[in-house]
């Protein structure tokens, strides 16, 4: 049973424009969340977060909504650049054991 | 700045060999994870450490060992290696106070013959 869902494998926008997307969870109890970016031949990295408190976080270009209502969160990204071509990774936790529970992730390309 | 550090980068095993997979993080975090990765599917965790000489079971600890001796460090054993441990496997860390910014490694791909 997956817990947290990214249900689009991959995702193509033009350089300018912007890219969505989308994370869905199914535990009530998760109140906190993770956006994370991985290239190819490396780890992952923390790209923004966002506690149940609140229901927008904003760090530059990128941005983060969540809908507790809906248990959907949503990563924005404007402008788009090539250089945000990776795969995005959605995670959530629960404050009572901290530990993160992944998407399967979405493969961003963004076209010149 | 090394940050999290994991050797070796590159494994094949045959069936029923063994292997460690060693972590080493210069950040002086106290918890420290493993993770294995595979096609269509998220990170999933193995077994965590939240301090040194600490270890704890993940989602799937099944065929894998751990250890901690070194706040530092923090290593993972396959003692009978199988064809379903074929997969990439990361390394993260973080200090406490934070409520979930990892820094990970950049990988161990395995393959299991």
């Known amino acids: 049973d997956q817990q947290v869902k990214q249900n689009s494998p991959s995702l193509s926008v033009q350089e300018g424009r912007i890219s ?30 966002i506690s149940s408190i609140k229901d927008k976080n904003e760090d530059g270009r990128f941005t983060v909504f ?33 530990q993160l529970i992944w998407g399967a992730g979405t493969k961003l390309i963004i076209k010149p | 700045n090394a940050g999290v550090t994991q050797t070796p980068k590159f494994r094949v095993l045959k069936t029923g060999q063994s292997m460690t997979l060693l972590c080493a993080q210069d950040m002086n975090h106290e918890y420290m994870y493993w993770y294995r990765q595979d096609p269509g599917m998220g990170l999933r965790l193995i077994h965590y450490s939240v ?22 460090n923090f290593l993972l054993g396959l003692e009978s290696a199988a064809p379903s441990q074929t997969s990439v496997y990361f390394c993260a860390s973080r200090g406490t106070g934070n409520t979930g910014e990892l820094f990970f490694g950049e990988g161990s791909r395995l393959t299991v013959l």
């Open chain 1, 20 to 49: 969505i997307l989308n994370c869905d969870y199914t535990n009530s109890m998760f109140d906190y969340f993770l956006w994370y970016k991985k290239y190819p031949a490396e780890g992952p990295t923390f790209l923004i977060s």
């Open chain 1, 66 to 98: 969540l809908n507790k209502s809906a248990k959907h969160l949503s990563l924005h990204i404007v402008p788009s650049q090539p250089g945000d071509s990776a795969v995005y990774f959605c995670a959530a936790s629960a404050k009572s054991n901290y």
């Open chain 2, 51 to 72: 301090g040194e000489g600490t270890t704890a079971k993940g989602e799937v600890p099944d065929g894998y060992n751990v250890s901690r001796l070194k706040k530092q």
